[in-house]
């Protein structure tokens, strides 16, 4: 999936905060959600989404969901519908009735995906425990992740459930004061779903435009 276009840039950053003892722990928690994840046959997830940017005065909500098996995903979102099916990522453009075929390329620039979310730690980032919270009296852990260099990105907090290592939350802040949160809402692990739902089915848009 594409949680969202957000490109992840660089930022040079380095403080006594990023201790090797509290690094394993974060490490670990972080490899221990994405365990959780990958050991479900698919996911199906409900989330909100919000960008704020204070100094420009915007402030934008939305609402979107996401399926995913294996590295295939289904996503709704902002009035776009995108499906990646195997090798071909399908963006359909329902605004303008268009579908937009491409190839889905491992290592080149595709944003946040279901696949690179949990994985940040790993290739990148430096990373630490935030202080313990509550989200709706569920206890949660606060990760945070710093790009190794990033012109965009300041940090990128990831809060995890502690009994379930369930994702809650995904929180981006923009090295200009942006602010993009994505606050999951409903989460169904291994969730029944049409056998057609990871793959683009033509007929299903009658009049598009098929761009390939």
């Known amino acids: 999936m594409k949680i969202a276009r957000i490109a992840i840039a660089l930022l040079i950053s380095t403080t006594a905060a990023f201790a090797q003892p509290t690094n394993k722990q974060a490490k670990q928690l972080l490899a221990d959600a994405s365990a959780k994840l990958k050991s479900y046959s698919t996911i199906y997830i409900g989330f909100d989404y919000s960008f704020v940017n204070e100094k ?23 009035g776009i519908e995108q499906i990646r099916s195997g090798s071909k990522l399908y963006t ?8 937009q075929i491409t190839e889905y390329v491992e290592g080149e620039d595709q944003g946040l995906t279901p696949s690179s979310i949990l994985n940040l730690y790993q290739d990148g980032y430096s990373y630490k425990m935030g202080l313990p919270g509550k989200d709706d009296g569920v ?46 809402t409903t989460f169904e692990p291994n969730k029944k779903l049409p056998a057609n739902h990871f793959k683009f089915v033509k007929s299903d848009y009658p009049g598009y435009y098929i761009a390939d």
């Open 56 to 78: 420009a005065g915007v402030t934008q909500n939305e609402k979107g969901t996401i399926a995913i098996k294996g590295d295939d995903y289904h996503f709704n979102f902002m």
């Open 92 to 99: 359909i453009l329902k605004e303008d009735e268009e579908v």
């Open 139 to 184: 206890k949660i852990q606060k990760v945070m992740l710093k790009p190794i260099a990033s012109e965009e990105i300041k940090e990128i907090e990831i809060g995890i459930e502690k009994e379930t290592k369930k994702v809650a939350y995904i929180k981006q802040t923009g090295t200009n004061g942006t602010v993009t949160t994505f606050n999951i």
